[in-house]
């Protein structure tokens, strides 16, 4: 049996995992690397390092599975999306350190072009709303910013990438990118799959840095990362893996990775549904000829808040937060709307603000503990019902993966709020797992993606249960997002 090597490149590690045919997880490495924060808002990551953590990592996963180099048939790149990153591509050495997308720095410069008028252009062409969190403002600014990036772009060496293509540029000298993070620049027109000409002259980007942009499933080049020449084959942004991993591959399937944040995307086939409720469309996926399009909600601040009341209450841990939570029958009337950077889907409000509401005298902090983990359900809820208005479709089922989809009473509360099938897979590790298929699609590992779909394995069903009185939460959820809107408006 040959196996599959997918890297999985995120915000704060770099990870690399063995699968069999069967998904089934043989070895893994990983290796942490910083963030920089130079001002408040700003974050950076050094690309080298990230490079340097990768290598290594995939070194490891190889010792730990016990995996010859030339077991491996190809490579999966899955990675953090919208991070920025310019490069020599003479000495292949980053003119700056890579902007994160977590970085606010251009929202001000984003807040004016959606001012003067271009957000309908920018909804219009890529299915994005005009926000600092996408890539175009973050090469306008090195452009702006690093004098070497100008010279560079003037002696012809300068190329651009987000984090997929670094890496493969450091993997095999390719430039390129696939369809899923190209839809994630502001730059790319996701009718027509080309970088758009009207969008280049918008932010002042040159076509000659952009990447060739390929199907997620596709040969990009040959590496001899792994000790021995291997294809890599297979390359998506981390949620679209997700949901590839999750084998979310017919229209009205759903997945929702409850980390940090939550992201939300639902399948919608063929068509690129323009969305009324402010979610954004973007490309899932390109296999051969044909494209796959979703509807994505992000949900900036999901576990954070957990993360939050560990300061808050330092002598709990996340575990005994959660038990707390679950010790009491509801929050007691206490809601908690984790805007700490605002607002994402389908709000997009950058001046929102955290608020908890609802406090009386008999309020516990395992009330407070329970709010902060429902939030996640609220919230998820709320880009769920927007999905579903938007596609005009109904939710067969949501598949869910991260760290609090292992809560059993917080995914049937979500199964109860949401009237929805939660499914909990068997692999924990939905993201790297996309990754592996699509690249065994382009080897011939897998024949289809029904011969994907045969290997995907679900641990837990949770049912909905009704009479749970969702729609009084749901009233006095909505009532204190109103409160939370617009306050650090400037």
């Not at 998904?23 to 690309?47: C, H, I, K, T």
């Not at 600014?141 to 100008?150: A, G, I, K, Y």
């Not at 395992?366 to 939030?375: S, T």
Request: include cysteine; proline fraction near 4%; aromatic fraction near 10%.
């Amino acid at each position: 049996m040959r196996y599959l090597l997918a890297i999985d490149e995120g915000t704060t590690s770099a990870r690399a995992i063995v699968f069999d045919k069967n998904a089934n997880p043989l070895g893994m490495g990983r290796r942490n690397f910083s963030l920089y924060y130079p001002q408040a808002g700003w974050v950076e990551q050094d690309a080298d390092e990230v490079w340097e953590a990768q290598r290594d990592a995939v070194a490891e996963a190889l010792v730990a599975a016990g995996v010859a180099p030339s077991d491996i048939a190809a490579i999966g790149l899955t990675n953090q999306r919208e991070t920025t990153v310019l490069w020599d591509a003479s000495t292949a050495k980053p003119v700056h350190n890579a902007i994160v997308w977590q970085d606010r720095r251009t929202a001000e410069f984003c807040e004016r072009l959606a001012r003067d008028g271009h957000e309908t252009l920018l909804r219009a062409k890529t299915g994005l709303v005009a926000d600092a969190y996408f890539s175009a403002s973050k090469i306008r600014w090195l452009l702006d910013n690093v004098p070497q990036s100008r010279d560079l772009l003037k002696a012809g060496k300068l190329r651009f990438g987000t984090i997929d293509s670094w890496i493969l540029w450091k993997m095999t000298g390719v430039h390129a990118t696939d369809v899923s993070n190209a839809s994630r620049t502001l730059l790319f027109n996701i009718h027509t799959l080309k970088w758009d000409d009207e969008l280049l002259r918008l932010f002042d980007v040159a076509r000659e840095i952009l990447p060739d942009v390929r199907p997620s499933a596709y040969l990009y080049g040959e590496t001899k990362l792994t000790g021995a020449p291997t294809p890599v084959a297979g390359v998506a942004g981390d949620q679209q893996a997700a949901a590839f991993g999750q084998a979310c591959f017919r229209p009205g399937m759903a997945k929702n990775t409850y980390g940090t944040g939550c992201f939300i995307l639902m399948n919608t086939g063929k068509r690129a549904v323009e969305s009324r409720s402010r979610l954004l469309t973007t490309v899932a996926w390109q296999i051969g000829g044909e494209t796959t399009y979703a509807l994505e909600g992000a949900i900036f601040n999901a576990g954070a808040s957990v993360e939050w009341l560990k300061t808050l209450f330092p002598q709990w841990d996340a575990s005994q937060l959660a038990r707390m939570a679950a010790g009491v029958p509801n929050s007691g009337g206490v809601y908690f709307v984790p805007a700490f950077t605002g607002l994402g889907a389908p709000h997009w409000d950058p001046d929102a603000r955290a608020l908890i509401i609802g406090l009386t005298r008999g309020t516990g902090p395992e009330h407070i503990a329970r709010a902060a983990f429902d939030a996640m359900v609220y919230q998820s809820d709320e880009v769920l019902r927007a999905m579903v208005f938007d596609a005009q479709t109904s939710l067969s089922t949501l598949r869910v993966d991260g760290g609090a989809s292992e809560d059993d009473r917080l995914m049937q509360l979500q199964a109860d709020y949401s009237g929805v099938e939660i499914h909990r897979p068997e692999s924990a590790e939905s993201t790297a797992l996309g990754a592996a298929f699509l690249a065994g699609l382009a080897v011939g590992v897998y024949k289809n993606l029904d011969e994907i779909e045969s290997v995907w394995r679900v641990k837990h069903v949770f049912i909905p249960k009704t009479g749970t009185g969702a729609e009084t939460e749901r009233k006095y959820w909505d009532k204190a997002v109103k409160r939370a809107l617009q306050w650090h408006e400037r």
